[in-house]
């Protein structure tokens, strides 16, 4: 069984930036489309953003467009969330996921394979 390592979360402070990423071990991700979701306290977990398998599709949330850009590197088997003009809305825990189709999506039940999360906190 594969898994998926997320990594990069921490604090940072409103205005400023965090770059997360995404490993995956055991299995190869290059022919899966991948997204990125969050959950803040108390509420439920939503959509961020979401990469095709070649990365020339992605989409995002209306929260986080123009801020946030999702990207991956097929070779090295890992998807990246940079963060810029981070807000304390944006605190949550980040978790990574992939689905078995190429094409991405905005719905979270549509992937299979998921992180274990990496929080992220923002102060303003």
């Known amino acids: 069984q594969g898994q998926l390592v997320e990594s990069g979360g921490g604090s940072a402070q409103a205005g400023g930036s965090l770059r997360l990423s995404c490993a995956a071990s055991g299995r190869t991700i290059s022919n899966r489309a991948m997204g990125w979701f969050r959950q803040a306290p108390g509420k439920e977990r939503e959509f961020v953003a979401a990469?095709?398998?070649?990365?020339?599709?992605?989409y995002y949330s209306d929260s986080v467009k123009g801020r946030f850009t999702i990207s991956r590197d097929n070779a090295k088997n890992t998807v990246y969330l940079q963060m810029n003009g981070l807000k304390p809305e944006d605190t949550a825990i980040y978790y990574c996921?992939?689905?078995?189709?190429?094409?991405?999506?905005?719905?979270?039940?549509?992937?299979?394979?998921w992180g274990q999360g990496t929080q992220v906190t923002v102060s303003s």
């Open positions: 990469i095709n398998w070649s990365g020339g599709s992605t």
């Open positions: 996921a992939a689905r078995q189709y190429t094409s991405s999506s905005t719905e979270q039940r549509s992937y299979d394979y």
